[in-house]
Nanobody
Framework: QVQLVESGGGLAQAGGSLRLSCVAS????????MGWYRQAPGKQREMVAT???????YYADYAKGRFTISGDNAKNTVYLQMNSLKPEDTAVYYC???????WGYGVSDYWGQGTQVTVSS
């Protein structure tokens, strides 16, 4: 089994910053990619940013220039540095890992439990 545990959410003022962390543990034979998604009340879950094992990064348009995703392969950890936060960034942020659990197995997606980010105006 694979577990993803997020931390770092909380309350921030508009213009402020927060840093999210996500650690993957368990049967993590190979982590192909990890990413951050978010879901605001009444809205669908959407991709924020993704980083591959090789270090390639992808961002949603609203995240470009404000958010930075980074990873530490040795620690199975991914970070999301969020700057210039806006009230519309308020959401539950989820970590997702695209992970192979053992040799010969395919890639499966695993999700963390989510961490709340609230940005006040």
């Amino acid at each position: 089994q694979v577990q993803l545990v997020e931390s770092g959410g909380g309350l921030a003022q508009a213009g402020g910053s927060l840093r999210l962390s996500c650690v993957a543990s368990g049967s993590t034979f190979r982590i192909n990619a990890m990413g951050w998604y978010r879901q605001a009340p009444g809205k669908q879950r959407e991709m924020v940013a993704t980083i591959t094992f090789g270090g390639s990064t992808y961002y949603a348009d609203y995240a470009k220039g404000r958010f930075t995703i980074s990873g530490d392969n040795a620690k199975n950890t991914v970070y999301l540095q969020m700057n210039s936060l806006k009230p519309e960034d308020t959401a539950v942020y989820y970590c997702k890992g695209s992970i192979i659990t053992a040799w010969g197995y395919g890639v499966s997606d695993y999700w963390g439990q989510g961490t709340q980010v609230t940005v006040s105006s």
